[in-house]
């Protein structure tokens, strides 16, 4: 009840008695991976008996300078000592800041929430207890509010006559003022003859064929970048490219042609007979030709980016006949009611920019490949953006912002993670694994701690088809646990479950809630084998010891038989002998795992089983993945060998179970 951690990583103790006298030392913990890292040093307390002292500020040692991003949170600290125990104070330019509706006290620290530039100026703490000459200490924080870049263009295609200009008007706001760069398929633009370059506006005179593509306008400043793209298509007076339909000469991602355009179009687009030597749509046997097999997803699930996301892919089985085009369509994950964003993209581009996404937040794609036989399977990935850039605590000593070059600008080591000090972020959606008859884990993942340590979870649940709220199933988990069970659940009732976080500022908001579960005791129920295994979709290396892995799995492909878990097999790559597959088990419904305690710089191949109690599976395709080598004997330039997947067909087509 006495200690409380700090987002700086500081612990402070409120009156320390000789109780709290002994040796400490700093530890983070990671609740997804379950790695510990722990302070080489340490850190001694002796508790003494005072007699009358003056009062004295122990933190912050001088005055400081902090840059926040606008709309998050910050804490400034100020540890006092003294005897008789200082009371402090805090003051915003020389005005008492304890009646403001955005600022609360943790101790005798000052929390201001959800900050805006108003929030900018100096505070002051103050110390008394009435000891000493002027019985009172300061420290100063000079806080300044920055806001990152907003970038807006007024079009999103234009189709430009050739030897005609082309002006694309860019609108940034930003605090400090952002710099701007202009982009033409993502290379940067210098000032010349033919592009004209302003801060707000680009302008490209006598256009030709070669000026075609993607222009995107960037902005940057100290705490974040943002960016807009418009894409230009030029073409012969009266002509346009040979094209399926007037959709096409947008990019995939621009909105509709409005229909008082689109009888100019038609009149316009003149079809030509096809470039002989061209592969034709389909050919003249159709009945040779299948759906096309799901792409496979080459993008990591993790990305820096904050706002966008750069998805990759290829292609497997067309099915016989080119690939026309694939779709795109993603959403976020916290609200599965949203509406999918629709992408179509033409069939020999294999990557796609997703724009306009929120900071730190979880998506789901899914995607498709079409040939003229319609719409091939369905290839999904999950995947997670970056959060907006911490805010820095500088010295104010140290510090003068160069806001022309803020390169020029030194930094000293003292940093806070200040960012978004606030209850946590609501946890990633539970997964639900069977237990018992009556009885089920709920495993889930958790995101932000909001600046504080995550205290404890809480587990609530809901019956489906019935009236009522929420009901608490479980309070007071530990953070270090990320799964329990919830039992004496009713037989042949739905249920879905959700998860809350809680830390020194408050509980998050509700998880997502989970995916149906029925409860209807499987004691005596005769299941069927599954037949086609899941589909190994990524592969990496996290460090010397761990491979991490995500796969696909649908349960159409066995008719909806229910499926308990996967087994995870993997071995060296030069191992020929079967019985040097070592065996993870993976229960319910995720779809990642890491596999530790691997070998370093050492070759795996990986395969995996689906399972119920009907047995196991076909296996997977099989993926090899390379660990990293030991720090101590990297080599320079030495990268580790990327997944590669096994020249093995994919799940609907294995060969007997057993084989690689």
Request: aromatic share 8%; net charge neutral.
């Amino acid at each position: 009840d006495n200690y409380l951690i700090m987002p700086s990583g500081n612990l402070q103790i409120v009156n320390a008695t000789q109780e709290d006298e002994g040796t400490y030392k700093c530890a983070a913990y990671n609740p997804v991976t379950q790695e510990v890292k722990t302070s080489v040093s340490s850190d001694r307390l002796r508790v003494r008996r005072s007699t009358a002292e003056a009062a004295r500020i122990i933190y912050p040692p001088v005055a400081q300078t902090i840059i926040v991003t606008k709309g998050q949170s910050l804490i400034l600290e100020c540890v006092a000592g003294g005897m008789p125990p200082p009371k402090v104070s805090w003051a915003k330019d020389g005005s008492d800041v304890s009646g403001q509706n955005k600022t609360r006290f943790l101790l005798t620290n000052l929390l201001i929430e959800a900050t805006s530039e108003e929030d900018s100026g100096m505070y002051t703490c103050t110390a008394t207890n009435g000891i000493g000459d002027g019985g009172s200490a300061f420290i100063f924080y000079n806080v300044q509010v920055f806001e990152p870049p907003e970038v807006n263009m007024e079009s999103t295609q234009q189709i430009v006559t050739w030897g005609q200009s082309a002006k694309f008007t860019c609108d940034v706001r930003g605090n400090p003022q952002p710099s701007v760069v202009w982009l033409r398929n993502a290379e940067p633009l210098l000032p010349s003859s033919r592009h004209r370059i302003s801060r707000r506006i680009l302008r490209v005179n006598s256009v030709g064929p070669e000026d075609d593509g993607i222009y995107q306008c960037v902005a940057e400043n100290e705490v974040g970048s943002a960016q807009a793209l418009t894409f230009l298509m030029t073409t012969r007076r009266g002509v346009f490219p040979n094209l399926a339909s007037e959709r096409d000469i947008l990019p995939p991602t621009a909105p509709p042609i409005p229909d008082d355009k689109q009888l100019l179009l038609k009149a316009q687009l003149k079809p030509r007979p096809p470039t002989p030597g061209l592969p034709t749509p389909c050919p003249s046997d159709k009945t040779s030709v299948v759906q096309p097999e799901a792409p496979i997803i080459l993008s990591s699930p993790r990305t820096s980016k904050t706002d966008y996301y750069e998805l990759t892919w290829k292609p497997r089985d067309n099915g016989g006949a080119p690939i026309l085009f694939y779709t795109v369509k993603h959403r976020k994950v916290v609200n599965t009611t949203d509406d999918w964003t629709v992408s179509r993209v033409p069939g020999l581009q294999h990557r796609l920019i997703l724009t306009k996404l929120d900071p730190g937040s979880l998506y789901e794609v899914e995607m498709a490949a079409y040939n003229c036989a319609g719409e091939g399977q369905t290839a999904m990935m999950t995947f997670r953006t970056g959060r907006r850039p911490k805010p820095e605590i500088i010295a104010s000593k140290e510090v003068q912002i160069q806001k022309d070059d803020p390169g020029t600008s030194t930094v000293s080591s003292i940093q806070s993670d200040n960012n978004r000090l606030s209850p946590p972020e609501a946890p990633d959606r539970p997964t639900i694994s069977m237990a018992s008859e009556t009885s089920v884990f709920v495993t889930w993942i958790p995101r932000g701690n909001g600046g504080f340590p995550i205290q404890s979870f809480r587990v609530e649940y809901k019956k489906l088809k019935q009236p009522g709220d929420w009901i608490l199933a479980t309070s007071d988990i530990p953070p270090s646990r990320l799964s329990v069970e919830i039992s004496e659940l009713e037989k042949g009732t739905s249920y879905r479950f959700r998860v809350r976080a809680m830390n020194i500022l408050g509980e998050s908001q509700p998880s997502a809630p989970s995916k149906p579960y029925m409860v209807s005791g499987y004691s005596n129920r005769n299941y069927e084998r599954p037949v086609t295994g899941p589909y190994i979709t990524f592969t990496e290396a996290l460090n010397e010891t761990t491979i991490m892995l995500k796969w696909m799995y649908i349960p159409a492909s066995n008719n909806n038989t229910p499926i308990h878990g996967f087994y995870i097999f993997y071995r060296p790559t030069d191992s020929d002998n079967d019985s040097d597959y070592k065996k993870d088990m993976v229960e319910g419904d995720r779809y990642w795992h890491s596999i530790t305690d691997l070998q370093p710089e050492t070759s795996y191949d990986i395969k995996m089983q689906c399972y119920n109690k009907g047995g196991e599976s076909e296996f997977s395709n099989v993926m090899i993945c390379e660990t990293k080598a030991r720090k101590s004997s990297a080599q320079p330039g030495r990268q580790p060998q990327p997944a590669a997947p096994s020249p093995q067909p994919p799940p609907n087509r294995h060969g007997p179970p057993g084989t690689a």
